[in-house]
């Protein structure tokens, strides 16, 4: 058998209806109809189309959820995801581009409860600042 790498992954050829569990890392590129619960760190790649609930330790979506995500430490949407669902979160990184249809908790990392002074950790990966009206486009 080949060396194992620790990263599983479930290719855009693989369609799962029922629970998911996962102890590391696991890159879902299929389709999954159902819960994925895990402590470990997932990844939905850009063909991936998830249609349920996920409770994970870190979340990457480059694809499409839909579903309620709840994630322990660090949650990333990338430019051309799709979440439609509520999301919480210790650590949120929404990159430009990224389509999110709900509500967001940024939650402390301490799993304590969050004193006045507190705010969500504000991530910019791109190099020019954007002009607010493009990242919300004009309402008509």
């Known amino acids: 058998m080949a060396e194992h790498s620790g990263k599983d992954i479930l290719s855009s050829d693989v369609e799962i209806k029922g629970s998911i569990k996962f102890q590391k890392e696991l890159l879902i590129d299929g389709k999954v109809e159902g819960e994925i619960h895990s402590d470990g760190v997932l990844t939905i790649g850009e063909n991936a189309d998830i249609r349920g609930e996920i409770k994970t330790k870190s979340i990457t979506v480059f694809g499409k959820v839909q579903g309620n995500i709840t994630v322990g430490e660090r949650c990333e949407l990338k430019s051309r995801c799709t979440l439609q669902g509520d999301l919480k979160a ?4 929404i990159e430009e581009g990224a389509t999110f249809i709900g509500k967001s908790e940024v939650t402390s ?17 791109d190099e020019s600042p954007a002009p607010a009206k493009a990242a919300f486009g004009a309402r008509g």
Do not use: M, Q, T, W
Request: aromatic share 0%; no cysteine.
């Open 109 to 125: 990392a301490a799993g304590g409860k969050a004193g006045a002074n507190s705010r969500p950790e504000i991530v910019r990966n």
């Open 90 to 93: 210790a650590r949120l990184v």
